[in-house]
């Protein structure tokens, strides 16, 4: 399946979780066998050429596409969390999002110093997610280039502020609008 297609598998939800909001909400694409399917191998091509040693996923829905492309590609996954749910030590940082605020944690155990980590996400709106999880990827010693997301909403400026930091983006399909 192309990118094309995968993009028709996206529902657009709008007002949600506030009005102003257009949801693009992935539960259809992952639902959809050949189409999560075809997502992970267009994610792990890309994360493969960029030399991925580990992979990193954001809670919850990076964690999804994350772990089936270090699967795919043999290699590790390193979760990155919502606060209070590892066990051991974490290093952590705060962050705004296209609503709201959050904060992200890692386990900086999880991270060989040096070893090559790609970001993969499902979704890039205002880049704060992944920001704060490129700062503390490389806070815990990773080398950090590359970033891979399903969907970019190339009008929140997240792709071009994480350009600006050094960072390869590359997305499988663009929304237009926040
Ligand atoms: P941001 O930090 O602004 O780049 O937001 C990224 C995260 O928020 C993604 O991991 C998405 O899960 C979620 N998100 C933000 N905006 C939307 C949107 N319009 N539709 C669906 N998810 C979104």
Not at 21 to 36: M, S, Y
Request: charged fraction near 20%; charge should be negative.
């Amino acid at each position: 399946m192309t990118a094309e297609d995968l993009k028709a598998l996206i529902r657009t939800v709008p007002d949600f979780p506030e009005p102003g909001i257009q949801f693009r909400d992935i539960t259809t694409l992952i639902g959809h066998g050949a189409g999560l399917a075809a997502t992970v191998d267009h994610l792990a091509t890309r994360a493969e050429r960029a030399g991925a040693q580990a992979i990193a996923g954001m809670e919850a829905r990076g964690f999804i596409f994350g772990a089936a492309v270090a699967i795919r590609l043999g290699i590790g996954f390193v979760p990155v969390r919502k606060p209070g749910k590892l066990p051991a030590e974490t290093i952590g940082v705060d962050y705004a999002l296209e609503y709201g605020s959050d904060r992200l944690e890692i386990d900086p155990a999880a991270i060989r110093s040096g070893q090559s980590v790609v970001i993969v996400d499902d979704l890039i709106a205002t880049g704060g997610t992944a920001m704060a999880a490129a700062q503390l990827l490389r806070l815990a010693g990773g080398t950090v280039e590359n970033a891979l997301f399903v969907i970019d909403l190339p009008d929140l400026g997240g792709a071009a502020r994480l350009r600006a930091a050094g960072l390869t983006v590359q997305s499988l399909m663009q929304f237009e609008g926040g």
